[in-house]
């Protein structure tokens, strides 16, 4: 079932287990996500158009170090011109998300991630948490059953299922025996 559009409610052996439909969501495109990109093994999805996005000044050192980065995430964007990127392609994972605003999000995960330290792994991990986050199923979505439970079996097959990469929560259980005690069963 369902609780507000966006807590999956569900049984296992322990008891009953809301799931943050989201934060879970989250999890399993970091997951996936993250092995592709440090595999190599990306896939990309080429825009219909090209979009010229404009760099300000403190965006273009950040590219022109981060390119490969980008590169290995699945975006195809080359310097275009003096200050703009040409944007030709995206990693298919998150074709449903503007392509412009994500770029420009990543762009500036990787600015805030440079600046506390230097090693790619972090920034790498910045960027594709914030990515995960954008192309995440959102909360207030109605999800059919099937949904619900290809969600649910692809959260089991996650290395940390308990919590969203931003740490949050994704999931709450109630096991057997609070729910007895509370109608006093006990």
């Given at each position: 079932?369902?609780?507000?559009?966006?807590?999956?409610?569900?049984?296992?052996?322990?008891?009953?287990?809301?799931?943050?439909?989201?934060?879970?969501?989250?999890?399993?495109?970091f997951e996936r996500f993250l092995a592709a990109a440090e595999d190599g093994r990306v896939e990309t999805q080429r825009l219909a158009f090209p979009i010229i996005v404009e760099l300000?000044?403190?965006?273009?050192?950040?590219?022109?170090?981060?390119?490969?980065?980008?590169?290995?995430?699945?975006?195809?964007?080359?310097?275009?011109?003096?200050?703009?990127?040409?944007?030709?392609?995206?990693?298919?994972?998150?074709?449903?998300?503007?392509?412009?605003?994500?770029?420009?999000?990543?762009?500036?995960?990787?600015?805030?991630?440079?600046?506390?330290?230097?090693?790619?792994?972090?920034?790498?991990?910045?960027?594709?948490?914030?990515?995960?986050?954008?192309?995440?199923?959102?909360?207030?979505?109605?999800?059919t059953v099937v949904e619900m439970q290809g969600l649910l079996d692809d959260l089991a097959e996650v290395a940390n299922p308990t919590t969203c990469p931003h740490g949050r929560p994704?999931?709450?259980?109630?096991?057997?025996?609070?729910?007895?005690?509370?109608?006093?069963?006990?």
């Amino acid at each position: 079932a369902q609780v507000r559009d966006s807590y999956i409610v569900a049984e296992d052996h322990g008891g009953v287990v809301l799931i943050d439909q989201h934060a879970a969501h989250e999890r399993v495109l970091f997951e996936r996500f993250l092995a592709a990109a440090e595999d190599g093994r990306v896939e990309t999805q080429r825009l219909a158009f090209p979009i010229i996005v404009e760099l300000s000044a403190h965006d273009q050192p950040v590219f022109d170090e981060e390119r490969d980065e980008f590169r290995r995430l699945g975006f195809l964007a080359e310097p275009f011109g003096d200050g703009s990127v040409r944007l030709d392609g995206v990693p298919v994972v998150f074709a449903k998300v503007d392509p412009e605003s994500l770029f420009r999000e990543l762009l500036g995960e990787a600015r805030e991630a440079r600046s506390t330290t230097a090693a790619s792994v972090a920034v790498r991990h910045r960027m594709i948490t914030t990515a995960a986050c954008k192309a995440a199923i959102k909360i207030r979505r109605p999800m059919t059953v099937v949904e619900m439970q290809g969600l649910l079996d692809d959260l089991a097959e996650v290395a940390n299922p308990t919590t969203c990469p931003h740490g949050r929560p994704a999931q709450f259980r109630l096991t057997v025996e609070e729910i007895e005690r509370a109608f006093r069963r006990l």
